[in-house]
């Protein structure tokens, strides 16, 4: 439902941070970080696919620090679609 081409693909953003908010949902799980003194909405993969890949719920806690890789939306919103997240050293593709 999100068009990938609304994400500036040229602009690949990785950010080390806190999660504020966890959302592990259908359909994508989402987090929140702060970024740029900002909230910002962090669109990850499909539920089944993280658990396929052994991201679990539990492993998304608030407060834990991630590493984010993704692109921003071209329109400015604060949003990123995330390609990878690296979680307790273990880096987890989610396209």
Known sequence: H??????DSGQLLTIETP???V???NPHAEV???YQGATWDVVLAPVRRMQARGLSEEALAVGKTVIIE???RRDGSREIRAERITVDGNTFELR
Request: glycine share 12%.
């Open 2 to 7: 999100h068009g990938w081409s609304a994400y």
């Open 23 to 25: 959302q592990y949902r």
């Open 19 to 21: 999660l504020v908010a």
């Open 32 to 34: 929140d970080i702060d």
């Open 70 to 72: 993704g692109y921003p």
